[in-house]
């Protein structure tokens, strides 16, 4: 019987490679779905890059037309591929047209890596994403949920975007990244302070944040709800969900002669009941 498991199971998954190289665009590589055009050979193409080969097939040079491969679009409809996740852990076999929506949401798919000060292009799981962190970005790591966060900075008149701060905390058997950055807002730099969260939204949510800044007998406080990393440092930052401190503010908060900036961000981090 086992023998006989394993020779009906090869020509299936044989079956099964054969129909997706069918699928697959001979110009842009990708997976093919409705409307899947056809030449009068048979030639099949995507969509998407019919208009780029100006009506010519490009295997054959014939005239395409507006023909439908309707017999290879009702293939792939019944048609179940394993998650392209699969190896960070997706276990799920998906039916060939909700496969990429599926593969959008995948609560398996890697993570980008949050460090901004660069365009690193590392993905990966948290894990693996935190090794990075601290061995390729040296980024800064503490365990304990409050922080004491010093910035100084020598010219508060001049700012650039790459002017930042990482640090990653872990607490509750989990991850954070508290983020610290200079950007130029209308004619003035702004300062933003704020907390991301190593993994998805809906784990985020169960976790909050406070953020405190302050001298001279004055202070700010800000509580909010850390963001998942799957939403970029960027659209964190333009959406100003964070501690936001006007440069005047700053300086005044820094007291001296205003010619140095020294702020000291204090904060902490808590589990929701």
Same mark, same amino acid.
């Given at each position: 019987?086992?023998?006989?498991?394993?020779?009906?199971?090869?020509?299936?998954?044989?079956?099964?490679?054969?129909?997706?190289?069918?699928?697959?665009?001979?110009?842009?590589?990708?997976?093919?779905?409705?409307?899947?055009?056809?030449?009068?050979?048979?030639?099949?193409?995507?969509?998407?890059?019919?208009?780029?080969?100006?009506?010519?097939?490009?295997?054959?040079?014939?005239?395409?037309?507006?023909?439908?491969?309707?017999?290879?679009?009702?293939?792939?409809?019944?048609?179940?591929?394993?998650?392209?996740?699969?190896?960070?852990?997706?276990?799920?076999?998906?039916?060939?047209?909700?496969?990429?929506?599926?593969?959008?949401?995948? =609560? $398996?798919?890697?993570?980008?890596?949050?460090?901004?000060?660069?365009?690193?292009?590392?993905? !990966? *799981?948290?894990?693996? @994403?935190?090794?990075?962190?601290?061995?390729?970005?040296?980024?800064?790591?503490?365990?304990?949920?409050?922080?004491?966060?010093?910035?100084?900075?020598?010219?508060?008149?001049?700012?650039?975007?790459?002017?930042?701060?990482?640090?990653?905390?872990?607490?509750?058997?989990?991850?954070?990244?508290?983020?610290?950055?200079?950007?130029?807002?209308?004619?003035?730099?702004?300062?933003?302070?704020?907390?991301?969260?190593?993994?998805?939204?809906?784990?985020?949510?169960?976790?909050?944040?406070?953020?405190?800044?302050?001298?001279?007998?004055?202070?700010?406080?800000?509580?909010?709800?850390?963001?998942?990393?799957?939403?970029?440092?960027?659209?964190?930052?333009? =959406? $100003?969900?964070?501690?936001?401190?006007?440069?005047?503010?700053?300086?005044?908060?820094?007291? !001296? *002669?205003?010619?140095? @900036?020294?702020?000291?961000?204090?904060?902490?981090?808590?589990?929701?009941?």
């Amino acid at each position: 019987m086992n023998g006989l498991a394993q020779h009906t199971t090869k020509p299936n998954a044989t079956v099964s490679s054969s129909v997706r190289e069918l699928l697959e665009c001979p110009v842009c590589l990708n997976a093919m779905y409705p409307p899947i055009h056809q030449c009068s050979n048979g030639h099949t193409l995507c969509s998407g890059c019919k208009p780029r080969v100006h009506n010519r097939c490009p295997t054959c040079r014939h005239e395409l037309g507006n023909i439908r491969c309707l017999a290879l679009e009702k293939v792939a409809a019944s048609l179940e591929l394993p998650c392209k996740y699969q190896s960070f852990g997706c276990i799920g076999i998906i039916p060939y047209y909700s496969k990429l929506k599926h593969e959008s949401e995948c =609560s $398996f798919r890697p993570y980008n890596c949050p460090y901004a000060g660069s365009e690193c292009t590392v993905i !990966g *799981d948290i894990p693996y @994403l935190v090794a990075h962190l601290k061995d390729d970005h040296k980024v800064d790591m503490h365990v304990g949920s409050t922080f004491n966060h010093r910035y100084v900075k020598a010219n508060p008149h001049e700012v650039e975007n790459a002017t930042w701060m990482l640090t990653v905390f872990s607490c509750f058997g989990q991850y954070f990244c508290l983020h610290f950055e200079a950007f130029q807002l209308g004619m003035a730099p702004v300062y933003i302070a704020f907390l991301r969260f190593l993994g998805d939204d809906e784990t985020a949510k169960n976790f909050s944040y406070s953020l405190e800044v302050g001298g001279n007998g004055r202070k700010m406080i800000w509580q909010g709800v850390p963001r998942s990393v799957r939403d970029s440092h960027r659209k964190v930052r333009d =959406s $100003f969900d964070g501690l936001i401190i006007q440069r005047n503010m700053a300086l005044f908060f820094s007291g !001296g *002669d205003r010619k140095e @900036l020294k702020l000291r961000v204090t904060g902490r981090i808590w589990k929701e009941q």
